[in-house]
């Protein structure tokens, strides 16, 4: 039965009751549903606009359908539309008209808005979580590499020597400010609409500061309209998720690419890799492909929503509906990835010698080679010009600059000594670096310490 149906004179159809209904998706808020109509109803009898008995009777019965709920004895149905109506009319069928009052001085305009505020509360968390939880992992995995040596690239291509830890940190950093900007979020999410209304405020003499309190929320929303017609809290969490995934899809795009026979730098367990239905020698990393492609999806999410609010006049309209979805589909997809990377990572083998081996050739010690001449006095300008001559050299050679005669080195500057060998092996490029966050070996000890310290 239509909780509305009093202005009507013709029943909708069945085409337009599953059309209009979002029951499908939106009883995953089921919980979050009844807690804020327990919190509206304790506030109802605490301001006296029902008596303390019938808030007592609504409380207990609503607690009693959560656990039917819970135990699979309650089926939503799409005439009741909504998971609002699905449950106040479950309390009215039985306790019967004192269920009819829950829904005075509120509009389910303000009451989904309360839902959705609280469920993303409840997901913002478990991201928090899972990122605190890879996070960790790349910690765990930086402290076993620091001796582990790799190119560092620019363009894709090799350009100078670090180390492998020093390369999961940068991601390290990247995750953390994903963190940062989720806990940023959430100070605006954290921010009651109910009592509301529809747009306009209520006649009653109701308690939004109690309702805030017993619903967990730092602060009330101070406008009415705004409160249930805005939907910005939640265009930014799936922006949130959209930046973490882009994130986790670099990564990804690294490993899949590591664990090539190409790069042969990792190689994926056997648990997060597929095989091929028609060649046997396959092992494909498809899980990290999988991540790669559902970031995506989640800029689908992102523009989805921004789209659906573009044109929207105030307050609520119909549209709002189809915020829930791309929420949704955001936050599930964002803590899938999350946890099958950090499995994925955390089980993967690195061929610690083909990376060092890597690091040996590319010439990636060129700039270690003009800073070298630097130290001899010649401007930077003029040592790139000669070191830049020297790879030209070496390339038609076919060797390395390591490999070059100190009678070759002489020939392009009378400034090179013996001590250019020992300047230019690839574990001095990495120790000679003095920049803090750099690459070097004390450097990144450096930056271990300081995360142990800020976990404290």
Same mark, same amino acid.
């Given at each position: 039965?239509?909780?509305?149906? $009093?202005r009507?004179?013709?029943?909708?159809?069945?085409?337009? /009751?599953?059309?209009n209904a979002?029951i499908?998706?939106?009883?995953?808020m089921? @919980?979050?549903d009844?807690?804020?109509s327990i919190?509206?109803?304790?506030?109802? $009898?605490?301001?006296g606009i029902i008596?303390?008995?019938?808030?007592?009777?609504?409380?207990?019965?609503l607690?009693?359908?959560?656990?039917?709920?819970?135990?699979?004895?309650?089926?939503?149905?799409?005439?009741?539309?909504?998971?609002?109506?699905?449950i106040?009319?479950? #309390?009215?069928?039985?306790?019967?008209d004192? $269920?009819k009052?829950?829904?005075?001085?509120?509009?389910?305009?303000d009451?989904?808005?309360?839902d959705? @505020?609280?469920?993303m509360?409840k997901?913002?968390?478990?991201?928090d979580?899972?990122?605190?939880?890879? &996070?960790?992992?790349?910690?765990?995995?930086?402290?076993?590499?620091?001796?582990?040596? %790799?190119?560092?690239?620019?363009h894709?291509?090799?350009? =100078?020597?670090?180390?492998?830890?020093?390369?999961?940190?940068?991601?390290?950093q990247?995750?953390?400010?994903?963190k940062?900007?989720?806990?940023? !979020?959430l100070?605006?999410?954290?921010r009651?609409? *109910?009592?509301?209304?529809?747009?306009?405020g209520t006649?009653?003499?109701t308690?939004?500061d109690?309702?805030a309190?017993?619903?967990?929320?730092?602060?009330?929303?101070?406008?009415?309209?705004?409160a249930?017609?805005?939907?910005?809290f939640?265009?930014?969490f799936?922006? !949130?998720?959209?930046?973490?995934m %882009?994130?986790?899809?670099?990564? !990804?795009?690294?490993?899949? #690419?590591?664990?090539?026979?190409?790069?042969?730098?990792?190689?994926? /367990?056997d648990?997060?890799?597929?095989?091929?239905?028609i060649?046997?020698?396959?092992?494909?990393p498809? &899980?990290?492909?999988?991540? @790669?492609?559902?970031?995506?999806?989640?800029y689908?999410?992102l523009m989805?929503?921004?789209?659906? !609010?573009? $044109? *929207?006049? #105030?307050a609520?309209n119909?549209?709002?509906?189809?915020?829930k979805l791309?929420?949704? /589909?955001?936050?599930?997809t964002?803590k899938?990835?999350?946890?099958?990377?950090?499995? %994925?990572?955390?089980? &993967?083998?690195?061929?610690?010698?083909? %990376?060092e081996?890597?690091?040996?050739?590319g010439?990636?010690?060129?700039?270690?080679?003009?800073?070298?001449l630097?130290?001899k006095?010649?401007?930077?300008?003029?040592c790139?010009?000669i070191?830049?001559?020297i790879?030209?050299?070496?390339?038609g050679?076919?060797?390395?600059?390591?490999?070059?005669?100190?009678?070759?080195?002489?020939?392009?500057?009378?400034?090179f000594?013996?001590?250019?060998y020992?300047?230019?092996a690839? @574990?001095?490029?990495?120790?000679?670096?003095?920049?803090?966050?750099?690459t070097?070996?004390?450097?990144?000890?450096?930056?271990l310490?300081?995360? =142990?310290?800020?976990?404290?």
């Amino acid at each position: 039965m239509k909780l509305w149906k $009093g202005r009507f004179s013709k029943a909708s159809t069945s085409s337009a /009751d599953e059309f209009n209904a979002s029951i499908e998706f939106d009883q995953r808020m089921y @919980r979050e549903d009844i807690a804020g109509s327990i919190a509206h109803a304790q506030m109802l $009898g605490k301001q006296g606009i029902i008596t303390e008995e019938e808030s007592q009777l609504i409380v207990k019965t609503l607690k009693e359908i959560l656990a039917d709920i819970e135990a699979g004895k309650i089926e939503f149905t799409i005439e009741s539309e909504d998971i609002h109506m699905n449950i106040e009319t479950v #309390l009215t069928e039985r306790i019967g008209d004192t $269920g009819k009052k829950l829904h005075t001085a509120r509009s389910r305009n303000d009451q989904v808005a309360v839902d959705i @505020r609280l469920y993303m509360k409840k997901e913002t968390a478990a991201i928090d979580t899972l990122l605190q939880e890879l &996070m960790d992992a790349l910690e765990k995995l930086a402290k076993e590499h620091t001796d582990t040596v %790799m190119p560092g690239y620019t363009h894709l291509q090799r350009a =100078q020597p670090v180390t492998l830890a020093y390369h999961l940190l940068a991601y390290y950093q990247m995750f953390s400010r994903d963190k940062e900007r989720f806990a940023d !979020c959430l100070a605006r999410i954290d921010r009651l609409p *109910l009592g509301s209304g529809a747009l306009a405020g209520t006649t009653y003499n109701t308690d939004r500061d109690f309702l805030a309190e017993k619903l967990g929320f730092a602060s009330v929303l101070p406008n009415g309209m705004d409160a249930v017609a805005d939907r910005d809290f939640a265009i930014e969490f799936i922006d !949130c998720c959209a930046i973490a995934m %882009m994130h986790l899809s670099r990564f !990804c795009e690294e490993l899949i #690419l590591w664990s090539s026979v190409e790069f042969s730098f990792i190689e994926m /367990d056997d648990a997060y890799s597929t095989g091929s239905s028609i060649m046997p020698q396959k092992k494909n990393p498809d &899980m990290a492909e999988l991540i @790669r492609g559902k970031t995506g999806r989640v800029y689908g999410d992102l523009m989805s929503l921004l789209t659906i !609010c573009k $044109g *929207l006049p #105030l307050a609520y309209n119909k549209d709002l509906q189809e915020d829930k979805l791309p929420v949704f /589909d955001a936050a599930d997809t964002l803590k899938a990835s999350l946890g099958i990377f950090t499995e %994925m990572i955390l089980t &993967m083998k690195v061929q610690k010698e083909n %990376m060092e081996s890597a690091a040996k050739y590319g010439y990636m010690n060129a700039t270690d080679a003009a800073d070298y001449l630097v130290s001899k006095g010649i401007p930077f300008r003029d040592c790139h010009e000669i070191i830049g001559r020297i790879v030209l050299h070496c390339i038609g050679k076919g060797i390395a600059i390591e490999e070059m005669t100190m009678e070759e080195f002489k020939s392009f500057s009378e400034k090179f000594e013996e001590d250019i060998y020992e300047k230019i092996a690839v @574990r001095s490029c990495i120790k000679a670096k003095k920049s803090k966050g750099s690459t070097s070996f004390e450097s990144v000890k450096e930056q271990l310490r300081a995360i =142990q310290e800020s976990s404290k």
